[in-house]
């Protein structure tokens, strides 16, 4: 892999990561999860 | 599910730590090159933004966060990125095998809260049952 392909996918998986913990959080409150 | 969501962003970390350690043993998939990756990023970071500016309402943010992971990171992700590290491949396996409770659940949950509040949600819950 490219060393740019590399930067790019790292930076995705970055951001993929706070749109996890966005979710979580977003569940709690939104859905109030069982 | 929000612990889970929680567990996927460790696992994500895990992946980029594998990724990151051996990156000559992946490579991206042929649909994902990099002005691709760089367009979901921006598009992610500008749903962030309008959230944190108010722009969009919290529950707006949760299905474009969910539309968001179920097309990147557990539908389409194993395009993204390809490699035959065991570790990596048990951590795709475990997102995937989350993802079909995850949606049932989140199908209910929605039906419920549709209940409360009819147009908004309604929206996207015909958007979630495409």
Known sequence: MMQQELTALLGLLDVM?????????????????? | MERAETKHAGIVNRIKKIISEKPDKFVLGRLFKVPAIQTMISGIQWNIQRLRKREITEQNMLFIARDLERSILENNYA????????????????????????????IQKISEVSSASPPKVDYHFKRLRR
């Open chain 1, 17 to 34: 990561a706070e749109v996890e913990l966005k979710m979580g959080s977003s569940t709690k409150r939104v859905l109030k999860p069982g």
């Open chain 2, 79 to 106: 395009q993204i990125i390809k490699g035959d590290d065991s570790g990596f491949q048990a951590l795709m396996n475990e997102i995937v095998s989350d993802t079909v409770d995850h949606h049932e659940y989140l």
